[in-house]
């Protein structure tokens, strides 16, 4: 190959990183500039009026909030567990690389396929209706992959002799895996579960067909009803409602409101990270 | 406590964490079941060939018709418009990352696609109705921008996190021998990226493409939103068109409980499957082999 200008080269390269650095740009700068005037505190505390044209989307806000518990309540018991046998008491057998191979599929299946199982499962099957324990159900078989896999890197980062040194105290696996193990991979555990519900608290697809609604009047708070979530909301208002131009606004300010609360909860992430690195 | 209590207790324990293993088997197994069970309770009633070769999705009229190839083709031009696009930008942002960004840049460069990588599909979607549709409307004199260019984009836009990610990790883990030794016989930085680099770290490039790959096919609420959701067989970039996972998205919500549209979604949701599971393992096949590349 004939040499090029190394300025051109560099060009390429930068070219390649500048429209990347642009795609965020254009996003973030969109949602904030055009967002930002319709947040006020009425907008966040305060339910949809006339036809979802005025007022606020307080309701939209608890049921994403509600949603995330519930995924937590369902992913993190039972991801934490799966991570813990997977590094601290299997070995090499065929069961095990069954498990991580469930694992890593898993991570790989479209979410509006978890959606159909969802359905299929928890709304028709166990007869929970369309309601938010079944989403949240739903969300949470999503979480679980990813739950494990970051459990699972903090448990490998604990040195054995940490292991050996409760072992050879007389404690048994057990103890020393409640009372050594598991607190000192803590935040890594931590990081990973923050990330992950970040992810569930902005996915729309399996929530489509399992509880999500457009509109509630009032957060009910069961466990039985239906409910409105953030993403849902902002997919209807975009694309369903019959005065879109009109609501628009509320659309800018609803996916603002989203996209603040998924950066928090990265951040949180990135501080607990940050800080306990710090603490190393 | 009791010793023989200590015992039985950490031996409960054991049966725990481990029946917690059992369950993602048993999820995966609960999901490819449900698939195959509603697949073949629509195939009893469509045959395959009908189903793989039909050139009409038209479930609700007076003669249904349930041929899934103006779907799978949709998936396949919005896909394949994505990665035009995202392999490029992505395996170019990864070298600068990993060869040519200073400490200080890369600092601000990684949390930057971190940030990228957690923006909702949703609000991706809805960007793409109020910012790219529009925009194409304008270049190309359609009434909306709604097509498979407008999804492709977006798509693009969700994919490049994740080459950039994987891709960079492969760069980086070349062996700085391999550099030196380019160096060393008188190639300029950017011949031993073209070169030497690149191809050395090609196993991992691939699997962070087949990975990109995987997350657009997969995608519902971007395609959904942006693409026209027109049922037609698709007819290029310009035109609306209507993948997969929208084509679910849309009808399961009205289509009443088994009867045959019903299992006609799960049909197309096994092909899905199929699709994705295919490219992930082509793509774990690779990470496999650059893993043994590393250990070298």
């Not at chain 2, 309770?41 to 479930?59: C, L």
Request: with cysteine; hydrophobic share 50%.
């Amino acid at each position: 190959m004939k040499k090029l200008n190394p300025i051109f080269e560099w060009f390429i390269l930068l070219f390649c990183t500048g429209t990347v650095c642009f795609f965020l740009g254009v996003i973030l700068y969109d949602l904030v500039s055009k967002g930002w005037p319709v947040l006020s505190w009425a907008f966040v505390s305060k339910g949809p009026t006339a036809g979802m044209t005025q007022g606020g989307i307080l309701p939209a806000i608890f049921g994403t909030v509600m949603l995330t518990l519930i995924t937590a309540v369902f992913s993190v018991p039972f991801g934490i567990c799966c991570a813990v046998y997977l590094n601290e008491y299997a070995k090499d057998t065929w069961l095990t690389r069954l498990i991580r191979a469930s694992i890593r599929n898993l991570s790989g299946v479209p979410s509006i396929i978890y959606g159909l199982f969802g359905l299929a499962l928890f709304v028709q099957s166990m007869g929970m209706g369309t309601s938010v324990l079944s989403a949240g159900l739903t969300l949470g078989l999503l979480s679980l992959p990813y739950i494990i896999t970051t459990t699972e890197e903090a448990l490998r980062r604990i040195p054995a002799s940490t292991r050996e040194a409760a072992l050879g105290v007389g404690a048994t696996q057990f103890e020393s895996i409640r009372d050594v193990v598991l607190p000192s991979a803590l935040p890594g555990i931590l990081t990973g579960v923050v990330l992950t519900l970040s992810r569930a608290a902005g996915e729309t697809a399996p929530i489509l067909f399992t509880g999500a609604a457009f509109f509630i009047a009032g957060g009910s708070g069961y466990l039985n009803q239906e409910f409105m979530a953030l993403p849902y909301h902002l997919y209807m208002l975009s694309t369903q409602h019959q005065a879109i131009e009109q609501v628009r606004p509320i659309a800018y300010g609803t996916a603002l409101v989203l996209l603040i609360v998924v950066f928090f909860l990265n951040l949180t992430a990135f501080y607990i990270r940050y800080k306990h690195r710090n603490n190393e | 406590m009791q010793i023989r209590a200590r015992e039985n207790f950490d031996r409960t324990f054991r049966m725990i964490f481990r029946a917690t293993g059992f369950l993602v088997i048993a999820v995966l197994g609960g999901i490819f079941i449900m698939l195959l069970y509603n697949s073949i309770a629509f195939f009893v009633k469509v045959s395959p060939w009908d189903f793989i070769t039909g050139t009409q999705w038209n479930p609700s009229g007076r003669a249904a018709s349930y041929g899934m190839l103006p779907l799978l083709v949709s998936t396949g031009i919005v896909t394949l418009g994505a990665m035009i696009i995202a392999v490029p930008l992505g395996i170019g942002t990864a070298a600068f990352i990993s060869e040519y960004a200073k400490p200080g840049l890369k600092n601000i460069l990684k949390p930057a696609i971190e940030m990228l990588a957690a923006v909702p599909s949703v609000a991706i979607g809805f960007l793409g109705i109020v910012i790219v549709g529009p925009g194409i409307a304008k270049i190309t004199g359609q009434s909306n921008g709604l097509n498979a260019l407008n999804g492709a984009i977006l798509l693009a836009v969700m994919a490049l996190p994740t080459i950039i990610t994987v891709a960079e990790d492969a760069i980086h883990a070349v062996p700085r021998t391999y550099r030196e030794a380019s160096y060393g016989v008188g190639a300029s930085r950017w011949q031993t990226l073209i070169h030497i680099t690149i191809p050395a770290a090609a196993p991992g490039i691939i699997a962070a493409v087949m990975l990109g790959v995987g997350r657009a096919i997969g995608e519902t609420m971007t395609v959904l939103m942006a693409t026209g959701n027109v049922a037609a067989f698709p007819r290029g970039f310009f035109h609306s068109v209507r993948t997969i996972t929208s084509t679910i998205a849309i009808e399961m919500g009205e289509v009443p409980y088994q009867t045959t549209h019903y299992f006609a979604l799960f049909a197309i949701a096994t092909v899905l499957f199929i699709l994705t599971l295919a490219v992930n393992l082509i793509g774990e096949y690779f990470v496999n082999r650059f893993r043994k590349f590393q250990a070298a």
